[in-house]
């Protein structure tokens, strides 16, 4: 057993959010990391010291991981298999179409391993990938192999990251478990110790067969998925009934078989995870000749949550939204990062554009991220300030629970707008304390509803 061996070579492919942070909690942890990736800009970039993300506390471990010599970044291929025993494959795995996970990152960095394999090497699978992907990766390098020649061992290994975006280095660092799919002992051992400074207070490591920890990635975010639309599905119905959901959310909280995690309602779920996931498992499920009528509605219900606040906004101005300003404050899918991927606020914002309306936003950190996928437009203000958002603006819309959104000076924010109305997406204040201030307040599933729920035109509208 190789426990407390802490300075193996590893590869990594793709430095992404989970790349870039594997990479450099592995080189914190002693191990000397390569990471490669495609994107010469970026490799660029990470080589000066400069990150390509935010991510709390990843600055400073890159930097501690170059300056110490553990942690280096390259677009060259072959250097990247020559270097590490283990071979990382963290690249992306976007939607197709069909919902279907898009392997061809995967299949490319497999394409690459064959390409340059001449040793024994462990090919680490941390993208998130459908059941069957590490034979698909097998078959790849295999075939590779056999066009030059060459004939070495290799294992394919499943590792899923559970990482969350806005804390990524400390769930990397703290890990709650480890699944390692393997049907090689030998292997799983070697991963158990490259990963054994994370887990020290006790082991957290799950060894399985590698398509159950295909499945368990898929299973984790689905379920995450499962239980945001449920809350969603219920806020919608408090609002039908007269009922706040917030009493409710506490009350079935304290029960231990429920629990107080993850049941918040909001306007939707988003970022790069949950809604590619939720399809992806849908898709493969389809293709196993199995129809899940959970998946589906749990998307179908997420979609819908993400048009709440623009209806609640359009019946507010009876229809008439042409030329109205909205106040944006939260651009990011969620707190602590700038990913806005799937975000609530790019369907609230296209959805107010094409009715007219412009929208000044603010996000402590996403606004280059904003200009990066809308670019300059006359209909969206990046402002630097939360208050610029609401100078002038005919309403309020919440989008992200960012810390310094939860108590904000209400007097120079009622002042700000032209009417003090709010759309709270994320259930940060108290309704009868924001009315007793002279807002006109409406969140989600508070009790009393604007919205006309069945009879609404653009909920019917998926996707719009
Ligand atoms: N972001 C998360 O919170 C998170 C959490 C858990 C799992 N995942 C999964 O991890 C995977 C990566 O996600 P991400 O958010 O880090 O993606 P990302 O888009 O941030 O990064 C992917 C990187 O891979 C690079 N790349 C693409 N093809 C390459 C190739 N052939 N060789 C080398 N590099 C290549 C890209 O240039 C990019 O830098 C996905 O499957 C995702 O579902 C993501």
Same mark, same amino acid.
């Given at each position: 057993?190789?426990?407390?061996q802490h300075n193996m070579r590893?590869?990594?492919?793709?430095?992404?959010?989970?790349?870039?942070?594997?990479?450099?909690?592995?080189?914190?942890a002693g191990n000397n990391?390569?990471?490669?990736? =495609?994107?010469?800009?970026?490799?660029?970039?990470?080589?000066?010291?400069?990150?390509? %993300?935010?991510?709390?506390?990843?600055?400073?471990?890159?930097?501690?991981?170059?300056?110490?010599?553990r942690?280096?970044?390259?677009?060259?291929?072959?250097?990247?298999?020559?270097?590490?025993?283990?071979?990382?494959?963290?690249?992306?795995?976007?939607?197709?179409?069909?919902?279907?996970?898009? @392997?061809? /990152?995967?299949?490319?960095?497999?394409?690459? %391993?064959?390409? /340059?394999?001449?040793?024994?090497?462990?090919?680490?699978?941390?993208?998130?990938?459908?059941?069957?992907?590490?034979?698909?990766?097998?078959?790849? =390098?295999?075939?590779?192999?056999?066009?030059?020649?060459?004939?070495?061992?290799?294992?394919?290994?499943?590792?899923?990251?559970?990482?969350?975006?806005?804390?990524?280095?400390?769930?990397?660092?703290?890990?709650?478990?480890? %699944?390692?799919?393997?049907?090689?002992?030998?292997?799983?051992?070697?991963?158990?110790?490259?990963?054994?400074?994370?887990?020290?207070?006790?082991?957290?490591? %799950?060894?399985?067969?590698?398509?159950?920890?295909?499945?368990?990635?898929?299973?984790?975010?689905?379920?995450?998925?499962?239980?945001?639309?449920?809350?969603?599905?219920?806020?919608?119905?408090?609002?039908?009934?007269?009922?706040?959901?917030?009493?409710?959310?506490?009350?079935?909280?304290?029960?231990?078989?429920?629990?107080?995690?993850?049941?918040?309602?909001?306007?939707?779920?988003?970022?790069?995870?949950?809604?590619?996931?939720?399809?992806?498992?849908?898709?493969?499920?389809?293709?196993?000749?199995? /129809?899940?009528?959970?998946?589906?509605?749990?998307?179908?219900?997420?979609?819908?949550?993400?048009?709440?606040?623009?209806?609640?906004?359009?019946?507010?101005?009876?229809?008439?939204?042409?030329?109205?300003?909205?106040?944006?404050?939260?651009?990011?899918?969620?707190?602590?990062?700038?990913?806005?991927?799937?975000?609530?606020?790019?369907?609230?914002?296209?959805?107010?554009?094409?009715?007219?309306?412009?929208?000044?936003?603010?996000?402590?950190?996403?606004?280059?991220?904003?200009?990066?996928?809308?670019?300059?437009?006359?209909?969206?203000?990046?402002?630097?300030?939360?208050?610029?958002?609401?100078?002038?603006?005919?309403?309020?819309?919440?989008?992200?629970?960012?810390?310094?959104?939860?108590?904000?000076?209400?007097?120079?924010?009622?002042?700000?707008?032209?009417?003090?109305?709010?759309?709270?997406?994320?259930? @940060?204040?108290?309704?009868? /304390?924001?009315?007793?201030?002279?807002?006109?307040?409406?969140? =989600?599933?508070?009790?009393?509803?604007?919205?006309?729920?069945?009879?609404?035109?653009?909920?019917?509208?998926?996707?719009?």
């Open positions: 057993m190789s426990h407390g590893v590869t990594i492919f793709g430095s992404g959010y989970v790349g870039l942070v594997t990479g450099a909690c592995l080189a914190e990391v390569l990471c490669v990736d =495609i994107d010469a800009d970026k490799i660029e970039r990470l080589q000066q010291g400069e990150l390509p %993300i935010y991510e709390p506390g990843l600055e400073s471990l890159v930097k501690r991981g170059r300056q110490a010599g942690l280096d970044f390259t677009t060259d291929a072959a250097a990247g298999v020559s270097h590490g025993l283990f071979q990382f494959i963290s690249v992306g795995t976007p939607p197709e179409e069909d919902g279907s996970a898009d @392997l061809q /990152h995967v299949l490319a960095v497999a394409n690459s %391993i064959g390409k /340059h394999l001449n040793d024994y090497r462990i090919i680490v699978d941390k993208s998130t990938v459908p059941v069957g992907t590490a034979d698909k990766v097998k078959t790849e =390098i295999r075939r590779v192999l056999e066009q030059r020649g060459v004939q070495t061992e290799f294992d394919v290994v499943s590792n899923p990251e559970f990482l969350k975006e806005g804390a990524a280095v400390d769930d990397f660092m703290k890990p709650d478990r480890i %699944i390692i799919g393997t049907d090689n002992p030998r292997t799983a051992e070697l991963l158990r110790a490259l990963y054994d400074p994370f887990t020290r207070s006790h082991d957290r490591a %799950i060894v399985m067969d590698v398509r159950s920890a295909e499945l368990t990635k898929y299973a984790a975010n689905a379920m995450l998925a499962t239980k945001i639309s449920f809350m969603n599905e219920l806020a919608n119905l408090a609002e039908c009934m007269g009922a706040d959901i917030e009493h409710v959310r506490q009350g079935i909280g304290a029960d231990p078989r429920i629990g107080y995690a993850f049941i918040y309602p909001g306007c939707g779920y988003g970022g790069s995870c949950f809604p590619k996931d939720v399809k992806a498992l849908a898709a493969s499920s389809s293709s196993a000749g199995y /129809h899940s009528e959970l998946l589906e509605a749990v998307e179908n219900v997420n979609q819908r949550q993400k048009l709440v606040l623009f209806d609640k906004i359009k019946t507010y101005f009876n229809g008439q939204l042409r030329g109205k300003v909205i106040g944006l404050w939260g651009l990011s899918f969620k707190p602590n990062t700038d990913d806005m991927r799937e975000a609530s606020s790019r369907v609230l914002m296209e959805a107010l554009w094409e009715a007219g309306c412009s929208v000044q936003a603010y996000d402590p950190v996403a606004s280059a991220e904003a200009h990066r996928i809308y670019g300059e437009r006359k209909d969206l203000t990046l402002c630097e300030r939360a208050e610029e958002a609401v100078t002038g603006a005919d309403a309020l819309a919440i989008l992200t629970e960012w810390q310094e959104f939860r108590s904000p000076d209400f007097e120079l924010v009622k002042n700000s707008l032209r009417r003090p109305v709010i759309f709270d997406g994320r259930n @940060l204040y108290d309704p009868s /304390h924001m009315r007793s201030m002279g807002f006109d307040y409406f969140g =989600i599933g508070r009790g009393d509803s604007i919205v006309a729920w069945g009879k609404s035109q653009s909920m019917d509208t998926k996707g719009k």
